[in-house]
């Protein structure tokens, strides 16, 4: 249990290194905090400093996600230890904790991203089936709608409904991590959400490529 322990908080200090932080002290410029919506994640790097920019963020941030679900889960440790929780639980607790230190980084007094970017590694690491079908909800939400945040959401409810409908289903280590990030991606963006139903978020008109399309 020990083991789980430390890992899970190296992983909780792996996400709070911030993409949007690290890009900012390799390429200079304003902390995006104090840009745009404030937020640090790759969504406002793209609205305040550009597309490559942005692309470093979301690279820096997915990352983190692999790293924590497949690296730090199979560090030797030294001393020995009967495991309490199998191997494939500590993989997605360190998944989840990444997630939170990104969310909630002690560092920077608990002002982090909305953690979609280091699911998405985790996702990507752990459950690439659910990933591609994850990545398609967010892409077409965004392409018909414009809001990324919808997109967040679309993406996390169809990850939960294919792990649900396979594998082990919703019991399951997979199931239990997938619907607590639903729940995560929810709450972090539940002022987006309160836009939306004011009509008053802010809308990705260049990524509505599809919506375009189809009023032709």
Not at 166 to 193: C, P, Q, W, Y
């Amino acid at each position: 249990m020990i083991e789980a322990l430390a890992k899970g908080l190296i992983a909780y200090l792996l996400g709070g290194m911030m993409g949007g932080d690290l890009m900012r002290g390799l390429f200079g410029g304003g902390d995006l905090r104090a840009a745009g919506s404030g937020n640090v994640g790759a969504t406002n790097a793209l609205r305040t400093r550009g597309p490559a920019f942005a692309l470093g963020v979301l690279a820096i941030d997915a990352g983190k996600g692999v790293a924590a679900a497949l690296a730090l889960p199979s560090l030797p440790w030294p001393w020995a230890e009967n495991l309490v929780l199998p191997q494939g639980w500590i993989a997605y607790g360190c998944g989840a904790c990444c997630a939170l230190g990104h969310c909630y980084p002690l560092a920077h007094r608990f002002r982090g991203g909305k953690g979609v970017a280091t699911l998405a590694g985790v996702y990507g690491a752990l459950l690439p089936g659910a990933f591609v079908w994850m990545f398609l909800a967010f892409a077409l939400t965004v392409m018909l709608t414009g809001y990324v945040a919808l997109a967040s959401l679309a993406g996390a409810l169809t990850a939960l409904l294919i792990v649900a409908v396979s594998g082990d289903g919703i019991f399951s280590a997979a199931g239990a991590f997938t619907l607590a990030m639903v729940l995560l991606v929810g709450f972090k963006h539940r002022e987006n959400l309160a836009r939306l139903r004011r009509g008053t978020e802010h809308r990705f008109e260049k990524a509505m490529v599809l919506r375009r399309w189809l009023a032709r």
